[in-house]
C-alpha cells in the first residue's frame, strides 16, 4: 500500500491507499489504528475495490492534538472529507466500525454528496444509539469513566491493564496497549469520548442528524459486550433510501479482525446488490 500524507490545516492524517477500482474509505474506532482493517482490506483489493484507510486523528502515525476541542465532530468529518479529496474520489464507499462507524454516519448526514453507500459495523445511528434504553447505557457504562481526564487512563492501566484483558478482549490486545502508549495515544484515543460523549448526554435528549441517503448496510454482532442490537436495528428509521441488516452469530465486538472474510463478503454483496 502507498502511504499518503493529507492535511486539514494544522491535522496531518496517514492515509493507506492501494488498489483500483470503486473507492471505499475504510474507518476504524477506538482503540485501533488502520491495522484494524489490514485483512478486510487485503479481500476488498482482490473483490476489485480501492481500499483507502486512514489513521484518523489522535491515532496511529496521524497527528494527535491534546486538546479535547480538537475531536469536536465537525472536524472529524472535515477529516474525512480532506482524504476523499485527496485521493481524487467524487463519491465513496465509507465502512466504519466502533467510533468510524459514529463518524461514518454523521459523514453520510453532512456529507450525501459524498458518501454513495454506507457500511456501519457495531455501532447504530447516533440517535438510535442514544434512544435504545437503559440496556444500551448500562452497556455504555465505561464511556463515563472516559469522560474524565486521567480516570479513563488509570482505569485502563490499573493492575497491568487487567481491564483490557478481560474486560476488553481485543484479540491484539498487546499490540494494542503498546501502541496506546506510544505518543500519548492513551489519552488522544479517549479524546474522542471527552468531546463527544460527555456524562450529561446519559440524560439529554438524543440528537437530531439530517437524513441519510447513502443505502445503508448495518452488521452487528450477538456476541458483542458494549453495543446492543436494538442500537443498530433502529438505525433503518434514519435510513430514507433502504437499511440492510446482518447479524452475526457467536462473534464479538472487533469483527474486522476475527472475521475478515466474512466482514469483507457482507460488503462486496451488499455493493454488488445495490
Not at 51 to 68: I, M, W
Amino acid at each position: 500500500m502507498e502511504r499518503v500524507l493529507v492535511h486539514n490545516g494544522d491535522v496531518t492524517l496517514s492515509v493507506l491507499v492501494a488498489g483500483e477500482g470503486p473507492t471505499v474509505v475504510l474507518l476504524h474506532g477506538w482503540p485501533d489504528t488502520s491495522a484494524l482493517w489490514d485483512d478486510v482490506g487485503v479481500e476488498l483489493l482482490a473483490a476489485g475495490y480501492r481500499v483507502v484507510v486512514p489513521d484518523l486523528r489522535g491515532c496511529g502515525q496521524s497527528s494527535k492534538p491534546t486538546e479535547a476541542s480538537q475531536y469536536a465532530m465537525r472536524l472529524l468529518v472535515h477529516d474525512v472529507l480532506c482524504v476523499i479529496d485527496a485521493v481524487g474520489a467524487d463519491r465513496v464507499t465509507l465502512v466504519g466500525h466502533d467510533w468510524g462507524a459514529n463518524l461514518a454516519w454523521v459523514c453520510a448526514a453532512y456529507l450525501p454528496q459524498r458518501i454513495e453507500r454506507l457500511v456501519v459495523l457495531s455501532v447504530g445511528h447516533p440517535t438510535s444509539f442514544r434512544s435504545a434504553g437503559l440496556e444500551q447505557q448500562l452497556k455504555s457504562w465505561y464511556t463515563l469513566l472516559f469522560a474524565h481526564e486521567g480516570l479513563g487512563e488509570a482505569f485502563l492501566r490499573k493492575n497491568n491493564y487487567e481491564a483490557m484483558h478481560v474486560w476488553m478482549r481485543h484479540p491484539r490486545v498487546n499490540e494494542i496497549i503498546e501502541e496506546l502508549e506510544r505518543d500519548g495515544q492513551m489519552t488522544t484515543h479517549l479524546l474522542w469520548y471527552r468531546r463527544n460523549i460527555p456524562p450529561e448526554s446519559f440524560v439529554k435528549d438524543p440528537p437530531g442528524l439530517p437524513p441519510i441517503l447513502a443505502p445503508t448496510l448495518g452488521i452487528w454482532s450477538s456476541g458483542d459486550l458494549a453495543l446492543g442490537e436494538r442500537q443498530m436495528t433502529g438505525s433503518r428509521d434514519y435510513c430514507v433510501n433502504g437499511f440492510d441488516f446482518v447479524r452475526l452469530e457467536d462473534l464479538g465486538h472487533w469483527l474486522p479482525i476475527d472475521a475478515p472474510r466474512e466482514v469483507a463478503q457482507e460488503i462486496v454483496r451488499f455493493l454488488q446488490r445495490s
